[in-house]
């Protein structure tokens, strides 16, 4: 076992983890927190894989501002614990299999094609790479995406702003 | 590196409503009549209508094959610039009697418009994305314009919280196509390896836009939207972003390597409960707008037969039906507008009682729009849904035809109830008729000369639609 596939695993473990109590905690704050340790555990993984501008964004982005408007949410809301409905019991007992059903399908299905995309190139993951994407091939959906920020914009101006 | 110009002129009506919505917003603290921002509304969507032709004379792919011009983008690309200026049209006098903001109004219905053109001129999924969300996030903020009113905080909310849902399943099947394929283009998407990967990828992706498109059994958020956003954007979501949406989805499964073949079961399907959960739900409802947005998730499920059929006339069949649907939903939902009066409280069916005698060309109207909804003889939906079923049966498909036929029966029940409420019932009480302002009139004659000249001369744009080199390529 290399170290890199030790540090591997820590971090998967890690990210399954938080993802689990996530979902199952009762507390929205505790949710966010949990949020918080998957998204550190995948930034290390996009580390792992060489991508240090994806890991970095992750923490800053994510970790930082996004998390950061979850808790003054949860915050401003005072959103306390979560009611547990009959439907949400019905959601339980159907999700977990259903959940298990499709992480063992798509594990199944990543272990047999893992030679193949073994094969695949990767030129994305390093700053360089991700950079000549994004301002090349990719500029057209990346200035279209500027539109769409301007859009949730003038949208938080629609809903939000005062009667005059 | 700069792109040649011609690449610019393959999206130009793209950017022609990106940059109308944002000059919009630009002009909106300056300029204080409303009807100097109607007038640059109607003239941006028209420039932009008019610029489809440049896109047109221009075919080929743009920006490293990501979007590009060709036929099918041409014609989608015209159907939402002209659902957008037909829109704009009809809401003036709406949004006035709302007193509804416009400016931001027209900026979100042009940001909502570029949105779907990139969905129906996308060639890599990564832009499509970018494009289903340009025009849902305009589509849940629309939902909601009306603010004071607790049905269209309903409406936004619902529409926002499953519309993410969806987005989510959407971009999940993208990763596992990519993961699977290893690219993002449309036609190249090959699968590395066998397996069932790349076949959850697109169930996902189906999922996802079936959403979109409110086929059953996703379906169940589009009464209570459609119920509660303002009636023109209700037209708007109608008629657009249904375009948009089954533009992408003729793209993927035309162009698309992997989608060959297999997916007609699944489409039978999807077919046969969405027409049921529209017509049956439609039989039950006393609101006009509903009784609408329920006929809206029966057409999805007709469209969805032609993809069942998935041959050559079904790809000709869904172009031409949405079009005639467009014109059909677009025409109604704005008599419905006009007709609701303030707050919009006139929606009952009992309120459109004696209709006729009021006001006999609205009824007139109203009922040439649900007759071709119906897909009675002379009007475009009658030759809409015959070339789905022409479709239907050039692929041996007996028994999605019949319960088609069956589908078109039951529908018959509430449309043709709407036509003797209108024209056979007496008012419970004495109403006072509501004249047409003269861009509503308009909106109404256009919608009505397009059921009509397709439903004489569907020949033009089936021949249109039968290119084999629809898309691209």
């Known amino acids: ?128 790479g991700l950079s000549m994407l994004l301002f090349r091939e990719f500029v057209f959906p990346f200035e279209l995406t500027s539109f769409l920020i301007l859009v949730a914009i003038l949208g938080a101006l629609v809903l939000a702003q005062r009667e005059n | 590196m700069f792109p040649p110009r011609e690449e610019f002129l393959r999206v130009l009506p793209i950017l ?90 027209y900026a979100l219905i042009f940001f909502a418009a570029a949105g779907m053109c990139v969905l129906a001129s996308a060639r890599e999924m990564l832009t499509a994305f970018i494009g289903l969300e340009m025009s849902s996030i305009s589509s849940y903020i629309l939902a909601g314009y009306r603010r004071e009113s607790p049905k269209a905080a309903e409406s936004a909310l619902k529409y926002f919280l499953l519309g993410s849902f969806a987005t989510a399943f959407f971009l999940y099947g993208i990763a596992l196509l990519y993961g699977s394929t290893g690219t993002t283009v449309i036609a190249q998407m090959t699968p590395l390896a066998p397996g069932l990967l790349p076949k959850l990828g697109l169930a996902l992706l189906l999922i996802g ?67 049921f959960a529209g017509n049956l739900g439609a039989l039950l409802q006393t609101n006009v707008k509903r009784i609408l947005a329920y006929s809206s998730i029966a057409h999805a499920g007709y469209i969805l037969v032609a993809f069942a059929a998935s041959n050559e006339i079904g790809v000709a069949a869904v172009l031409f039906y949405l079009l005639a649907y467009a014109a059909a939903k677009l025409g109604a939902f704005s008599v419905v507008a006009h007709l609701g009066g303030a707050g919009e409280k006139r929606i009952e069916l009992d309120d459109f009682a004696g209709l006729a005698q009021r006001q006999p060309i609205a009824a007139a109207a109203f009922s040439l729009f649900l007759l071709s909804l119906l897909g009675i003889p002379v009007t475009a939906g009658f030759f809409g849904k015959f070339y789905i079923f022409k479709a239907a049966l050039a692929s041996h498909l007996i028994g999605l035809a019949v319960l088609l036929g069956v589908n078109s029966v039951i529908a018959a029940y509430y449309y043709l109830r709407l036509i003797i409420v209108m024209y056979m019932r007496e008012p419970k009480e004495e109403t006072a008729a509501l004249p047409f302002p003269g861009a509503v009139t308009t909106v109404l004659a256009l919608c009505a000369l397009a059921t009509v000249y397709f439903g004489l001369f569907p020949n033009h744009i089936i021949a249109f639609a039968s290119n084999p080199r629809l898309f691209g390529h």
């Open chain 1, 1 to 128: 076992m290399t170290p890199q596939l030790i540090v591997f695993f820590v971090l998967a473990a890690l990210a399954v983890l938080g993802a689990v109590t996530l979902i199952a905690a009762r507390h929205p704050i505790h949710s966010a927190l949990a949020l918080i340790v998957v998204m550190v555990a995948l930034a290390g993984l996009y580390l792992l894989q060489g991508a240090e501008f994806v890991a970095a964004v992750q923490i800053i982005v994510y970790g930082g501002a996004i998390m950061v408007l979850f808790v003054f949410v949860i915050m401003l809301l005072n959103a306390g614990e979560e009611e547990r409905t009959s439907l949400s019991r019905i959601a339980r007992v159907a999700g977990i299999p259903l959940a298990l059903a499709l992480s063992g399908f798509l594990a199944a299905a990543v272990l047999r094609s893992s030679h193949a995309a073994a094969q695949a190139p990767v030129t994305a993951a390093s700053t360089r």
């Open chain 2, 16 to 105: 022609i409503f990106c940059g109308g919505g944002t000059l919009l917003m630009l002009l909106q603290p300056f300029l204080r009549s409303r009807t100097a921002f109607s007038l640059l509304a109607l003239a941006g969507s028209l420039t932009a209508v008019v610029s489809v032709g440049c896109s047109a004379a221009h075919p080929g792919a743009a920006f490293y094959g990501l979007i590009g011009s060709d036929p099918a983008s041409v014609f989608f690309e015209f159907l939402v610039g002209a659902v957008a200026f037909l829109v704009i049209l009809g809401s003036a006098s709406y949004l006035e009697r709302e007193s509804l903001a416009p400016a931001e109004f």
């Open chain 2, 209 to 275: 836009l079936s959403f979109k498109v409110a086929a059953a059994p996703f379906q169940l958020w589009t009464p209570d939207v459609y119920e509660g956003a303002p009636t023109p954007v209700t037209a708007l979501f109608s008629a657009g972003p249904k375009a948009a949406t089954f533009a992408l989805l003729l793209r993927i499964f035309v162009e698309m390597p992997l989608a060959a073949g297999e997916w007609t079961r699944i489409f039978w399907i999807l077919a046969v409960i969405t027409m």
